[in-house]
């Protein structure tokens, strides 16, 4: 039935890869494709290094505060708040501008500055002066003003005159533990049953991890389709417009001709797509090298959910290889849909018209899973049997774990029967309507003719 399959399909690979077309666009996508998020990554992370949020330390050894109305106020309390480079400060109380100027030139200080606060319609305003004789840059001074924002609860507390005593109840860190119902009776709480944490994290991380590789699975059956379902059904055409078939089925089967240039044109699709995801996921590698220690939280909870894959029942062997089996086999079922397009069309016009066959089947089974197979936690067994829907969400859900493997296998067995099943038709249709003239015929009236009917 497939005699000479593998010289149908060489030719036509060779054909659909050898072209300058071809091969410019494979590379110069995936070149787009790694640079885009290296030049998001490396913006965002430019950004974000240069940016004030990250606070600098001023260098000033000594602060001279006037506040006329706390002239007696501690400000050494600021040294509390434990912000890093404003740990180490000493705070002098002074009644004039002027006479903290005279005392750190008496004393021959040069890291030491003047902070005047005065308050106008119930703000505070702070203003900082350098002296003369100052070592300290102007750049650096101005980060004691960032400091001042980001303490300015308790700056405006210590300027208000509160007790000392008071401001230190204040200052004061509070213990916490969070319990559940269990570790409550046991004494044990989830920050010290680091097992239990990573389990309830991993619980909210897996119902959104299930459904985004559902919805990648949905998009690269979709997406391999809608590109090179036409390609397919344009390549089984061609033979018929040029007089071609009249020879090459001497030697081949139509079977062999329509499973040949099918397989080829979506082998040289996915080499195609697969050239671009390595640059795209080479890109995001690549960007989240250069963004560096930003996403270290982050990416301390992704870790602790990717080595509890196993714990979790995801991406085991058996499970993998069924999901790959369903995936070939989905893409080469709805291939031969368009074959099948391709094989009751006379003309190139037909076959565009034709192509609505698989057209409208792929988008109501995407709509379908759109629906009802985007719910994770209990979803439509249907959806896994039904060959046009589970040729998108069988490959994610076993290996995900939402199904079981013995629905897995007979969704899998559906498929493989379907694809072979509209394989041998589209080699019949191809046969039979090969030297049909006539007007256009639709695939009814062509199962009915190879009927007899």
């Known amino acids: 039935m497939f005699k000479n399959f593998d010289k149908v399909f060489k030719f036509t690979f060779r054909n659909q890869t050898s072209t300058k077309g071809y091969k410019r666009g494979t590379f110069l996508t995936a070149f787009i494709l790694f640079i885009i998020p290296v030049a998001i990554f490396s913006i965002v992370g430019y950004v974000l290094k240069n940016d004030d949020d990250e606070l600098k330390s001023c260098g000033a050894e000594r602060v001279y505060v006037v506040d006329p109305e706390a002239p007696n106020a501690d400000f050494n309390i600021l040294n509390v708040t434990g912000v890093e480079g404003y740990t180490d400060i000493q705070y002098s109380n002074a009644e004039t501008v002027d006479e903290a100027l005279e005392t750190i030139e008496s004393r021959g200080e040069k890291k030491s500055i003047v902070l005047q606060i005065k308050k106008e319609d119930g703000r505070l305003q702070s203003r900082i002066i350098l002296p003369d004789a100052c070592e300290l840059e102007k750049d650096d001074v ?3 003003n960032d400091f001042i924002d980001e303490s300015g609860n308790v700056f405006a507390l ?14 004061k860190q509070t213990d916490y533990s969070v319990y559940d119902a269990d570790g409550f009776k046991d004494g044990t709480d989830l920050y010290t049953d680091a097992g239990k944490l990573n389990e309830q994290q991993n619980a909210k991380i897996l119902p959104v991890f299930n ?3 559902t919805y990648i699975c949905v998009i690269f059956i979709y997406m391999i389709i809608i590109m090179y379902g036409n390609s397919i059904l344009q390549n089984i055409v061609l033979e018929k417009s040029s007089k071609l078939m009249d020879t090459m089925l001497i030697s ?9 240039k099918m397989l080829a044109v979506l082998t040289s699709g996915i080499l195609q797509l ?44 058996v499970n ?22 391709g094989a009751i069309s006379g003309t190139r016009e037909e076959a565009a018209s034709n192509q609505s066959l698989f057209i409208m089947l792929l988008l109501f089974s995407f709509y379908a899973i759109l629906f009802k197979g ?80």
């Open 252 to 260: 081949v089967s139509p079977q062999a001709l329509v499973f040949g």
């Open 142 to 144: 101005k980060n004691y």
């Open 274 to 317: 697969l050239v671009w995801i390595a640059g795209l996921v080479g890109g995001v590698v690549a960007g989240l090298k250069i963004f560096g220690t930003m996403l270290s939280g982050a990416d301390t909870v992704v870790m602790t959910f990717v080595k509890s894959f196993a714990d979790l029942g995801l991406f085991k062997p």
């Open 374 to 453: 985007m719910n994770t936690t209990n979803p439509a067994l249907w959806l896994y049997l039904v060959p046009f829907t589970s040729a998108m969400v069988l490959p994610s859900g076993i290996c995900s774990g939402i199904i079981s493997t013995g629905v897995a296998a007979a969704g899998l067995g559906i498929l493989v029967v379907c694809s072979l099943g509209l394989i041998i038709l589209a080699g019949k249709l191809y046969k039979m309507m090969s030297l049909y003239k006539g007007n256009k015929v639709s695939l009814g009236k062509a199962i009915k003719m190879l009927a007899g009917k």
């Open 211 to 213: 459904m985004i590789l």
């Open 320 to 341: 993998v290889i069924v999901g790959i089996l369903a995936l070939i086999f989905g893409i080469i079922m709805y291939a031969s849909l368009s074959a099948v397009a």
């Open 158 to 171: 210590i300027a208000s005159g509160i007790d000392m005593g008071d401001m230190t109840e204040m200052m």
